[in-house]
């Protein structure tokens, strides 16, 4: 429906043609990206992630070891 401004615009109900565009799948859960959604794209990996998907992403996707670094210079 075309939004003309008149009252049967504003109070006709949803239309399955008014809902956002499905554009892609994020790649951490698996879910439907719609246009106009926050989205990280992790560059390294080529990846479309929603914007609170990134984190977990980048965990699974890049190793970080996390600890006490010792006078050698080893992260244990
Ligand atoms: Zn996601």
């Known amino acids: 429906m075309i939004n003309d401004g008149?009252?049967?615009?504003?109070?006709a109900p949803p239309g399955p043609?008014?809902?956002p565009k499905v554009?892609?799948?994020?790649?951490?859960?698996g879910g439907a990206i719609y246009e106009g959604?926050?989205?990280?794209y992790v560059s390294e990996?080529?990846?479309?992630?929603h914007e609170e998907?990134?984190?977990?992403?980048l965990q699974r996707e890049f190793?970080?070891?996390r600890?006490?670094?010792g006078a050698d210079g080893v992260v244990e």
């Open 6 to 11: 008149t009252p049967e615009y504003r109070f």
């Open 17 to 19: 043609r008014d809902e």
């Open 23 to 29: 554009v892609g799948e994020c790649a951490w859960c």
């Open 37 to 40: 959604d926050e989205v990280a």
């Open 45 to 49: 990996v080529e990846k479309i992630v």
């Open 53 to 57: 998907c990134e984190v977990p992403l």
């Open 63 to 65: 190793v970080v070891t």
């Open 67 to 69: 600890g006490i670094i």
